[in-house]
């Protein structure tokens, strides 16, 4: 679009020069239409200023959106290995205490059959005095 008016408005400027106007309504006609051409190559040189500048700041934008989202991801993930580490922690120490307890009703039932034996062993000793 903007090499289309820049190419009318050359063409505008070739077609007056070409033009010989000896009235004084024809070239003050030329001379505004003159001015109009210069006026669109400058709107047409703005234009294209603002679409770079436009396209800049889309850059940016898209720039600063992935960083906050790759911060995001960074953040997401690090939470996630901290739960992950306070599970595991969780169920070491679940494990940890089955465990225990599990020695402990050992160690109980250790302590009642050595208990049962001894008991028997005093009752055998008992029978065995009697003869």
Known sequence: MNKKLSILAAAAVFALSACTNETPTAQNEAAEAEAAAQEAGA???????AAGD???QSVDAA??????????????????TDEARAAAN????DAAAATAEAAD???????EIADDAEAAAAEADAEADKY
């Open 43 to 49: 709107a047409a040189a703005d234009a294209v200023d």
């Open 54 to 56: 436009a396209a800049a």
């Open 63 to 80: 720039a600063a959106a992935t960083g906050e989202a790759a911060a995001e991801v960074g953040n997401a993930v690090e939470d996630a």
């Open 90 to 93: 969780e169920a070491t120490a």
């Open 105 to 111: 009703a050992t160690a109980d039932k250790a302590q």
